[in-house]
C-alpha cells in the first residue's frame, strides 16, 4: 500500500507542477490530497506505523550499537 501511495503522490506533484491547468486544478488536487491523508484508512496505517516504530525502536538501536562496536574492533584489529 506504501509503495501504491507514494506513486499516487509522486503523479500528483508532477501533474501539479507540470500542468497548465491554473490555481484550480492545483486547488482541487491539493483539496484531494488533504481529503486522502486525513481518511480512516490512512490515519490508521499512520498510527500503526507510529506504535511498529516506538516497539521496535530499541531492538534496532541495540543492533547498530553493535554493529558499530564490531567495526570499531576491526578498524583497531588493523
Given at each position: 500500500?506504501?509503495?501504491?501511495?507514494?506513486?499516487?503522490?509522486?503523479?500528483?506533484?508532477?501533474?501539479?507542477?507540470?500542468?497548465?491547468?491554473?490555481?484550480?486544478?492545483?486547488?482541487?488536487?491539493?483539496?484531494?490530497?488533504?481529503?486522502?491523508?486525513?481518511?480512516?484508512?490512512?490515519?490508521?496505517?499512520?498510527?500503526?506505523?507510529?506504535?511498529?516504530?516506538?516497539?521496535?525502536?530499541?531492538?534496532?538501536?541495540?543492533?547498530?550499537?553493535?554493529?558499530a562496536?564490531?567495526?570499531?574492533?576491526?578498524?583497531?584489529?588493523?
Amino acid at each position: 500500500m506504501g509503495s501504491k501511495l507514494a506513486l499516487l503522490a509522486g503523479a500528483a506533484i508532477g501533474y501539479v507542477l507540470g500542468a497548465k491547468a491554473g490555481r484550480g486544478r492545483y486547488e482541487e488536487i491539493k483539496g484531494r490530497a488533504t481529503e486522502t491523508w486525513s481518511s480512516d484508512p490512512v490515519q490508521s496505517k499512520i498510527v500503526t506505523a507510529k506504535e511498529t516504530v516506538k516497539t521496535r525502536a530499541p531492538k534496532v538501536a541495540d543492533k547498530v550499537s553493535e554493529a558499530a562496536k564490531a567495526a570499531g574492533s576491526k578498524v583497531k584489529s588493523r
